[in-house]
C-alpha cells in the first residue's frame, strides 16, 4: 500500500520510458542462450523479446518499470504526489501498466499514446547471484518527441525528474529541461548508463549547469563523465555543475555533495541480495524525498541507502510491503 498522498501538494513529475518489467529467475545456463553480456542492457526487437520469453522456466512477474518511473513510484509509496510523462500503446499492456501505477499513488493525466507500437517491455533476467541481465523493448516510449510535451504537463509540479536514457534524444531533453524551467520547476536528471554518459559527453557538462539541480551517477557513469577512476574527483566535478551531486558506490553507500559540504554515506547491510533491479532508481528516491522535504544530506542518504538496501532484498524494482513499512517508520523519524 503506498501511503496516502496529499494532494494539496505540488507534485513530481517522471520523465522516461513507462515499461512493462518482465522478471525472470532463470539459472546461469540459461544466460549462454541469450546474445549479449551477462549484467548489462542490449536492445532487442519485439519478435526477438518474445523468442526469449517462450524459453524462460516460468512465467515472468510482471510491474510497471522504467527508470524515472521506477523512481516517482517509490516517491509516491512515500506519500508524494507523482506523475509519470512517457509514451505508451493503446493495448492491454497499456491498461494493466496505469492500474499499477494508479495503485502506487500515480497520476495518468500526462501520459501519452500511439496506435504505431505496443507498449514498452524490459525484461530482467535474474540468476542466483541477484545480477541482472536485461533486454529491452521500447516499442511505443521511442515515439515520444517534443511535440508531446507543453507547459500543460507542468501545471502543478514542483519537480521533475528525468532518466538518462532520454538522452539518446538529446533534442527532446533539452525540450523537457527549457519547459519544466520556464513553469518554475527544479530539474534532477539520472544519468543512466555510461554508455549514455560516453555518447553525450560533450553535452552533458552545459546541460548540467544551465537546467539541473540535482545529478545522480554510479561510480560507472561518474568515471565516464570525468574520465577519472576517483569518484570522490568525479563527485567534486559533478558538484560543479549542479546544486547537488550524488555518486552511488553501490553496497558501500554513496558520495553526495552540496556547496561545499560533502557527506559520505555508508550502504545498508543485506542478508541476501536477490535482485538489483531499480536499486539505484529507488535510491534516487530517498534522496529526492529527504532533498524536497527539507531534511539534512546525510539524514536524505541515510534514508536513501535504507530504500536500495530494502529494493536489493526483493524480486523486482521495489521494496515489499514490508519493506515500505519500515522505510516509512525510518522517514517518520525525521519529518
Same mark, same amino acid.
Given at each position: 500500500?503506498?501511503?496516502?498522498?496529499?494532494?494539496?501538494?505540488?507534485?513530481?513529475?517522471? &520523465?522516461?520510458?513507462?515499461?512493462?518489467?518482465?522478471?525472470?529467475?532463470?539459472?546461469?545456463?540459461?544466460?549462454? %542462450?541469450?546474445?549479449?553480456?551477462?549484467?548489462?542492457?542490449?536492445?532487442?526487437?519485439?519478435?526477438?523479446?518474445?523468442?526469449?520469453?517462450?524459453?524462460?522456466?516460468?512465467?515472468?512477474?510482471?510491474?510497471?518499470?522504467? @527508470?524515472?518511473?521506477?523512481? &516517482?513510484?517509490?516517491?509516491?509509496?512515500?506519500?508524494?504526489?507523482?506523475?509519470?510523462?512517457?509514451?505508451?500503446?493503446?493495448?492491454?499492456?497499456?491498461?494493466?501498466?496505469? %492500474?499499477?501505477?494508479?495503485?502506487?499513488?500515480?497520476?495518468?493525466?500526462?501520459?501519452?499514446?500511439?496506435?504505431?507500437?505496443?507498449?514498452?517491455?524490459?525484461?530482467?533476467?535474474?540468476?542466483?547471484?541477484?545480477?541482472?541481465?536485461?533486454?529491452?523493448?521500447?516499442?511505443?516510449?521511442?515515439?515520444?518527441? +517534443?511535440? $508531446?510535451?507543453?507547459?500543460?504537463?507542468?501545471?502543478?509540479?514542483?519537480?521533475?525528474?528525468?532518466?538518462?536514457?532520454?538522452?539518446?534524444?538529446?533534442?527532446?531533453?533539452?525540450?523537457?529541461?527549457?519547459?519544466?524551467?520556464?513553469?518554475?520547476? +527544479?530539474?534532477?536528471?539520472?544519468?543512466?548508463?555510461?554508455?549514455?554518459?560516453?555518447?553525450?559527453?560533450?553535452?552533458?557538462?552545459?546541460?548540467?549547469?544551465?537546467?539541473?539541480?540535482?545529478?545522480?551517477?554510479?561510480?560507472?557513469?561518474?568515471?565516464?563523465?570525468?574520465?577519472?577512476? $576517483?569518484?570522490?574527483?568525479?563527485?567534486?566535478?559533478?558538484?560543479?555543475?549542479?546544486?547537488?551531486?550524488?555518486?552511488?558506490?553501490?553496497?558501500?553507500?554513496?558520495?553526495?555533495?552540496?556547496?561545499?559540504?560533502?557527506?559520505?554515506?555508508?550502504? &545498508?547491510?543485506?542478508? +541476501?541480495?536477490?535482485?538489483?533491479?531499480?536499486?539505484?532508481?529507488?535510491?534516487?528516491?530517498?534522496?529526492?524525498?529527504?532533498?524536497?522535504?527539507?531534511? +539534512?544530506?546525510? %539524514?536524505?542518504?541515510?534514508?536513501? @541507502?535504507?530504500?536500495?538496501?530494502?529494493?536489493?532484498?526483493?524480486?523486482?524494482?521495489?521494496?515489499?510491503?514490508?519493506?515500505?513499512?519500515?522505510?516509512? $517508520?525510518?522517514?517518520?523519524?525525521?519529518?
Amino acid at each position: 500500500m503506498a501511503m496516502a498522498a496529499d494532494c494539496t501538494r505540488p507534485r513530481i513529475l517522471g &520523465v522516461g520510458s513507462p515499461m512493462m518489467d518482465l522478471l525472470a529467475r532463470v539459472p546461469e545456463a540459461f544466460l549462454q %542462450e541469450v546474445p549479449g553480456a551477462k549484467g548489462g542492457m542490449e536492445w532487442v526487437e519485439p519478435a526477438q523479446m518474445d523468442a526469449i520469453i517462450a524459453r524462460l522456466p516460468e512465467p515472468p512477474h510482471r510491474a510497471p518499470g522504467g @527508470s524515472a518511473a521506477n523512481t &516517482v513510484c517509490a516517491l509516491g509509496r512515500l506519500g508524494m504526489p507523482v506523475a509519470l510523462l512517457g509514451k505508451m500503446g493503446r493495448d492491454a499492456e497499456a491498461d494493466a501498466y496505469k %492500474e499499477a501505477f494508479a495503485l502506487l499513488g500515480g497520476s495518468s493525466a500526462c501520459f501519452k499514446y500511439t496506435d504505431e507500437r505496443p507498449t514498452g517491455r524490459c525484461l530482467s533476467l535474474i540468476t542466483p547471484d541477484g545480477e541482472r541481465t536485461m533486454r529491452t523493448d521500447l516499442g511505443a516510449a521511442m515515439l515520444i518527441g +517534443t511535440g $508531446d510535451v507543453t507547459a500543460v504537463d507542468f501545471e502543478g509540479c514542483r519537480h521533475v525528474h528525468i532518466e538518462g536514457y532520454g538522452l539518446y534524444n538529446p533534442e527532446f531533453v533539452m525540450h523537457v529541461l527549457k519547459t519544466a524551467k520556464a513553469c518554475g520547476c +527544479t530539474a534532477s536528471l539520472d544519468l543512466g548508463s555510461f554508455e549514455v554518459v560516453r555518447g553525450v559527453r560533450d553535452l552533458l557538462p552545459g546541460l548540467l549547469r544551465d537546467y539541473v539541480d540535482i545529478v545522480f551517477a554510479n561510480e560507472d557513469e561518474a568515471r565516464a563523465f570525468c574520465e577519472e577512476a $576517483d569518484p570522490e574527483r568525479a563527485l567534486a566535478l559533478l558538484s560543479e555543475c549542479c546544486a547537488v551531486a550524488t555518486v552511488k558506490l553501490g553496497a558501500q553507500g554513496a558520495w553526495i555533495q552540496a556547496g561545499n559540504e560533502r557527506v559520505r554515506v555508508a550502504g &545498508v547491510p543485506v542478508a +541476501t541480495v536477490v535482485d538489483t533491479t531499480g536499486a539505484g532508481d529507488c535510491w534516487a528516491a530517498g534522496l529526492l524525498f529527504g532533498h524536497i522535504t527539507g531534511r +539534512t544530506l546525510e %539524514e536524505s542518504g541515510k534514508l536513501a @541507502s535504507l530504500i536500495g538496501a530494502e529494493t536489493v532484498s526483493c524480486l523486482g524494482a521495489s521494496p515489499d510491503n514490508e519493506g515500505w513499512r519500515r522505510i516509512r $517508520d525510518a522517514a517518520s523519524e525525521n519529518p
